[in-house]
């Protein structure tokens, strides 16, 4: 295997988001636009997005970190407008733009547009994410948002299986579709519930972080393995286990969390990166496969989905956001009542991506009687053509719709309120526990040591309220900025004494090691308290 094109690819990507993180375009749109412009660069190596690698490989570790930073009790009482999001629109999107494709497109059986219509119906989890992060939408419609992209792919590759059977020529029935469906998400969520507490019993019960760790790289590959192996929905299966885990996060070792999130966040972003720029980087590939297809033709055949795409999300969005509170009273009792602002900007949030090119690349070259897949290459054009075209359109304008629609900004003074009395209870717990400990003669400590304790809970309890303070008049620092400066200077200074100490041979290079270590922890330590 050649690794100099994936060492390319990697780097390249990684550049470019890093570049991204400087600009006002989200990376995904910058990373997109980068693989475009560099397809047709002499000498770049052909990147075919092959669906066994992304499927199996990339897809289940972006499922597991989306899903364990979200919230599984923001998602619980979100389920209603998540479900009709993650499986009612993609059915319906299935059948409006599989319908549009088959009286557009002379020739095409409504068996293979249907397929077209599952590819390119589940709007991506990381676009979502990605876009949602940098733009700062309203909690419910980010939690919506997530829950959608989480779990919608489970319903477009169901469906888009049972349109493959139907078009390869295997018989398929509606009855038949249905139950695949029941069985793919039965079996997903049940296969999740099935190694969930487990897999959380030995994150619980291995005692080194090293180990912890690995299990958790892991954890997405065994969720989904198992369960496609027994053909249910491994999409549900990950997402399942990961809300479960994020869940009870807290129950793991201190030192498992620390290392977990820099590595997931490491693996994040190297995944994310890589998987835009490999969406433009199939430029090449799906225009060579166009064949008789003439440059105006194709080119409207994409508008027009590309146009379909877009119109069934609100035509689907709107009666689905109001017309339940009008029919139900509890629905109208229980929920949040939505408002026409957030449902502008959750249809209009509809970006598609790699897991959409991804199952396009899976339909096969052939039927079962030997003869071509119909319009295959065309299908795969549009798939492209779609995707590129709800990330760049939708990407670039969802930020100034969100500044234009001014969403009431966010009560940073209430949240803080609240993180400080929440840290009050906390630390009015914690000391009361101290007190009972230092009453043991078995935990007898020096004076000093036993206030250094009470101070450290008296500083924890203490650095929310002054957050809410005023600004160093001479600075404009808060107290948090100022406190995190000096802890770092102080700090500092230790270091390049211990560095010199090494370079004068007064200490070796492994204890060199334990007292950096020690000191990066008690900065990390004084970091987020004033965080």
Do not use: C
């Not at 019960?205 to 249910?232: C, D, R």
């Not at 009560?411 to 209870?425: F, G």
Request: charged share 20%; proline share 6%; hydrophobic share 50%.
């Amino acid at each position: 295997m050649d690794v100099v094109p994936l060492l390319f690819l990697v780097a390249g990507s990684a550049a470019v988001a890093g570049v991204a993180r400087r600009t006002p375009v989200p990376a995904p749109l910058l990373l997109v636009a980068a693989g475009l412009a560099v397809s047709y660069v002499p000498g770049v190596p052909a990147y075919a997005l092959d669906p066994g690698v992304v499927l199996p490989l990339l897809l289940p570790p972006l499922l597991y970190t989306s899903a364990s930073d979200s919230s599984y009790l923001d998602l619980r009482a979100q389920l209603r407008p998540v479900a009709l999001l993650s499986v009612g629109y993609v059915l319906f999107a299935t059948f409006v733009v599989g319908w549009a494709a088959y009286l557009l497109v002379p020739g095409l059986p409504l068996t293979a547009a249907l397929v077209l219509g599952a590819v390119v119906a589940p709007p991506d989890a990381v676009a979502a994410t990605a876009v949602a992060r940098r733009v700062g939408l309203p909690s419910r419609i980010t939690t919506i948002l997530q829950g959608e992209s989480l779990l919608n792919d489970a319903t477009a590759i169901t469906a888009y299986r049972v349109a493959l059977a139907a078009a390869v020529g295997e018989g398929a029935t509606w009855a038949g579709g249905v139950g695949e469906f029941l069985i793919a998400a039965i079996g997903g969520v049940g296969i999740g519930l099935v190694v969930m507490a487990p897999l959380h019993w030995l994150r619980t019960h291995l005692k080194e972080a090293l180990l912890q760790n690995t299990l958790s790289l892991l954890i997405p590959f065994v969720a989904y393995g198992v369960a496609e192996q027994v053909h249910a929905s491994g999409v549900l299966a990950v997402v399942t286990v990961a809300l479960y885990l994020g869940h009870r996060a807290w129950e793991v070792d201190f030192a498992t969390r620390l290392q977990e999130e820099a590595v997931w966040k490491m693996v994040a972003f190297v995944l994310e990166s890589s998987v835009f720029a490999l969406i433009g980087l199939q430029l090449p590939v799906v225009l060579g496969g166009l064949g008789t297809y003439s440059g105006p033709e194709a080119a409207w055949y994409a508008v027009a989905v590309f146009l379909v795409v877009v119109a069934a999300r609100f035509v689907w969005v709107y009666p689905a956001a109001f017309l339940p509170r009008l029919l139900s009273r509890r629905i109208r009792e229980r929920e949040e009542n939505p408002t026409w602002r957030g449902a502008m900007v959750t249809a209009w949030a509809g970006m598609r991506g790699v897991v959409s090119l991804a199952i396009a690349f899976s339909i096969p070259v052939t039927l079962h009687d030997g003869g071509p897949f119909p319009k295959r290459n065309l299908l795969l054009f549009l798939t492209f053509t779609t995707v590129i075209g709800t990330l760049v359109v939708q990407g670039l304008t969802l930020p100034p719709l969100i500044r234009l629609l001014k969403f009431p900004d966010r009560d940073t003074r209430a949240e803080t309120l609240a993180e400080a009395n929440a840290q009050a209870q906390a630390s009015l717990a914690a000391e009361r526990r101290l007190e009972e400990l230092l009453a043991d003669e078995r935990n007898a400590l020096p004076p000093p040591l036993a206030d250094r304790l009470r101070t450290v809970l008296e500083r924890r309890r203490n650095s929310v309220w002054e957050r809410l303070g005023q600004a160093n008049p001479v600075t404009g620092e808060s107290v948090d900025d100022t406190y995190r400066r000096l802890s770092r200077d102080v700090i500092s200074a230790e270091r390049e004494v211990f560095v010199r100490l090494r370079d004068g041979r007064y200490i070796d290079d492994e204890m060199l090691r334990t007292l950096l270590r020690r000191l990066d922890l008690e900065e990390a330590a004084a970091y987020r308290e004033a965080a």
